[in-house]
Structures are given as C-alpha cells and as structure tokens.
C-alpha cells in the first residue's frame, strides 16, 4: 500500500503543486482548506503523515497539530511556515510537530523530510511494541537478520527458569537484553534487580551481594539486605560477571549449588529462589585458561549463551537507528530535526563503531545539541566524531600521550586488506605506539587479534627484532 499524505493548505496553488511533487516521489495524497477539514479526513482515510500550512482560518496548523495528537497520536505532522511565521513553527516542533519546512518548499527537502517523519513513526510503533511485549528499550530495535535472531533467543529462553549468560561488547545493550528476558518472563511481576560487578570495589562486592548484619565490619552501623535477597523471586541481573574476584565467584557458586546462603556477619540461612542473568563483555574460555574465571562457575551461569550482535554487524540497523536517535533527541529539546546528507550517511555506514550502540546514540545526542542546523554533511559529521585535540602536549616520554586518534573515514578504510592507506595507518599507528599492540588495536577500535592478523597479512614487524614480552600487553 502506498503511503498518503494529507496536505492542508488554505492556498488552492499549494493544494494542487505540493501533490504533483509527491506523486512524483512515489506518494499518494489527499488535501484539505484546514485544519476541521482535515479531522474528517483523517477519520476516513489511512494518512502516513499530514503536512500543514500554520496559518488558516477556521482552525490554524497548530490547533490541528493538537488535534491530531490527541485522536491519533501515530501520525506524524510537519509544518509549511512562511519566513514570518519562524517562531510559531519552531514552537510547532516543541509541541510535538515532527518537523517544519520553510516556504517556498524545497523538492528534495520536502520529499526527504517526509520519509523521516513516515520513518520515525514506524520506529515509535516499533518501541511502544517493545514496550507492550517486554523487549526493553529502543536500542533492541532494528531489522537486521542479527536482531530478528535476538529476539527470536530471547522470546524462546525467557519463560523458562534456566540461567542466562549474555555475551557482548561494550555499548550493545547487554542490560536491555536482560530486561527484555525479565519482562518475557514468568517473573515480570517481580522484581529485577541488577549490580554491576566492575562497579563495585571488592572490598565491598560480599556486601552487596549477600547483604551484611550490623557490626560486620567497620563502618556496617545497621543490617542491609543483599542483592541475592533483593531480588527475591524475581530476576538477578549480575552484570560485567567476569570482573568478578575468584573468592566471590567460589562463595557465589556455593549458592547456585545449594540455593542457600547468609548475610556477612551473619548466622541465619537465607534461600536464593530468583533466576540469574548475567552478562560479561569478556572472553571467559580465555579467563577461565589463565586461572581468573572458575570453569564450574560457567557452567552454572552460561546454561543460555546468548550473544549480542555488534552494532558493525547490524550494518543494515545504522542508519535506522541514527534518524530514531536524532529525531528523539532533536524533538525533546524543541529543534528541528537536521537532515542527514548522503555524505553524512556514509560516514555513519562506514564508521566502525567501536562503542556500539551507544557510542551511535551519544553521537546522535551531540548532533541535536552542538550542530542545531538543517543539513549536516559528511564533514562535520566527521569532526563529531573525532575525539577533540588537546589545548597543549605535555613533554613526550616513552609512554607520552597519543597523537589525535585517526578519524572515522580512516577507520573504515581498516576493513579493506587491499587498502594500501590502510596499511600505512596500521604502521603509523603501531610506530607511535612505541609497537604496543594494544595501544595500537584500542587507536583503531579493532582488537588485538584482527590487528595481529592485519600485521601477518601485510608481513608488519618491528624493525630489526622479534616482538618482545610486554609489547603486546
């Protein structure tokens, strides 16, 4: 079915231009003189997104604007405002209207503009479901093959009562996962309870844990519940488990293995009846070959694997997700959504991502703060990006600080081996990490492995001797 947009505009030139122009990009339309004209419409006909001039008699832009908010709140608005009616559109866009357009209409903005607000209304679609059905936030939206399987994992293991172990990278939305499993599950009426084991000293992880009595230890004045006891017969998320010290893990077996356990300092036997759920962005069969992580102690916990896609692997989910992202951002703080060139867009395809998600979320944040314009290229997208250069160097020394990082375009040039720029920056970078390979892989968000398979492949070795111990630490 075709998407159809209801034009309202009191000028009938308006009425009969703006459709030709979208017939030609491939859009239906309908019309009204205004905005009362406009309500009836809408409850006869399927609309995608209504484009309305602000001034009119009977009932202006923004009273339909609040309208249409009103009855039917998944229909998107964008305004037509003359260069005297700025103000009023702008305030259009804090009450909720999608965007604003500047008369004369502009072909390509106009057809553009359209797509995004169509768009980000699917995209809320999309998240209200989420929250209908459990699956967390936004970031576990997208329609990637990689996501489609994730949510397929979690729609199958969360109504059983078997532990889960989710893997992933920084930023993919590890905790969004363990939500979703809880709101899927049996328990979503109980609490979901969640402590981040690399947040915690380790003086102090017991504590949190298992809860203490008073007097337990200095500074323990009254008797705290844990997280084991917190969480009751609900969900116990345990994040970033693999920083977890080898004593925890052994006492956090113990319990997994009888159910029971006690507060610090304490002597009565408490029963842990929540399900677990953790998640670790660390690779534990490597953990568990050095001795830090307990192997029995994976085996309880890692009953489920799941693993969260990267954000480079949802390639196709990009660009989704950064229109999704800048529009939110840019309608909460009353802007103008900025349009996204194509150069834009192919430096947001082409970055590797090395924070995932939410590195691309922080990114879209910034963009609808620091560059409150229509347009944003490629360039100045670029310049967002690139970490900002320091006001003065201290004196170099050995292990003195980095020169500027290499920018996003330079970073998607990593993934073609062909590339002689590619292999330059490879060399450049381990040179003036003094041949510190995981300097030089945390430079170019890559890991150390895909480094070392890079310097195999383009036969890179320090010069004049082999790699020595402590290099490549």
């Not at 109980?190 to 230890?217: V, Y």
């Not at 009565?268 to 490597?286: G, I, K, P, S, W």
Request: net charge negative.
């Amino acid at each position: 079915m075709k998407r159809k947009v209801l034009v309202v505009d009191d000028d009938r030139g308006i009425r009969e231009a703006i459709p030709m122009l979208l017939e030609d990009g491939g859009w239906e339309s309908s019309t009204a003189e205004n905005g009362k004209v406009a309500l009836e419409v809408l409850t006869k006909e399927s609309i995608s997104v209504v484009l309305t001039d602000v001034t009119m008699p009977v009932m202006d832009g923004m009273a339909l604007l609040t309208e249409v908010r009103q009855r039917h709140p998944g229909v998107p608005v964008v305004m037509i405002s003359a260069h005297g009616e700025l103000e009023t559109a702008i305030q259009a866009v804090r009450d909720g209207a999608y965007d604003y357009l500047v008369k004369p209409v502009e072909e390509k903005r106009l057809l553009h503009t359209l797509e995004r607000a169509v768009e980000h209304s699917r995209l809320q679609r999309d998240y209200e479901a989420v929250r209908r059905e459990g699956r967390a936030d936004h970031e576990l939206l997208g329609e990637s093959p990689q996501m489609e399987r994730l949510r397929s994992e979690i729609s199958r293991a969360a109504p059983s009562d078997a532990r889960i172990l989710i893997l992933g990278e920084n930023g993919t939305g590890k905790e969004l996962v363990a939500r979703a499993i809880h709101e899927q599950s049996k328990r979503r009426d109980r609490p979901f309870i969640k402590m981040n084991s690399a947040a915690i000293p380790g003086e102090l992880i017991e504590s949190e844990l298992f809860g203490h009595e008073a007097g337990a230890f200095t500074g323990a004045q009254k008797a705290s519940a844990g997280k084991l006891e917190l969480a009751g017969t609900g969900t116990l998320f345990l994040d970033e488990i693999g920083d977890m010290s080898i004593d925890t893990q052994a006492k956090l077996l113990r319990v997994l293995a009888s159910g029971e356990y006690e507060r610090v300092g304490g002597s009565r036997m408490l029963y842990f009846e929540a399900r677990l759920v953790t998640a670790t962005n660390h690779d534990l069969a490597a953990l568990i070959a050095k001795g830090a992580f307990r192997e029995d102690l994976y085996h309880r916990v890692a009953v489920i694997p799941i693993q969260v896609p990267t954000l480079r692997e949802r390639e196709g989910d990009i660009l989704l997700l950064a229109d999704h992202f800048l529009g939110t951002y840019s309608q909460n703080q009353g802007r103008s959504t900025p349009q996204l060139t194509d150069s834009a867009r192919a430096v947001l395809r082409n970055y590797p991502w090395p924070g995932n998600v939410r590195e691309l979320r922080n990114l879209m944040e910034r963009v609808s703060i620091m560059h409150p314009t229509s347009r944003l290229d490629g360039a100045d997208l670029e310049q967002l990006i690139r970490p900002p250069r320091p006001i003065s160097t201290p004196a170099p020394t050995r292990e003195a600080t980095l020169p500027t990082a290499p920018g996003p375009s330079d970073l998607a040039a990593l993934h073609d081996e062909s590339n002689e720029a590619a292999r330059t920056l490879v060399l450049k970078t381990l040179e003036e990490c003094g041949w510190n390979v995981t300097r030089a892989a945390r430079r170019l968000g890559i890991d150390r492995a895909s480094l070392h398979r890079k310097m195999r492949r383009w036969d890179i070795a320090r010069p004049g001797s082999e790699t020595r111990e402590g290099e490549d630490r």
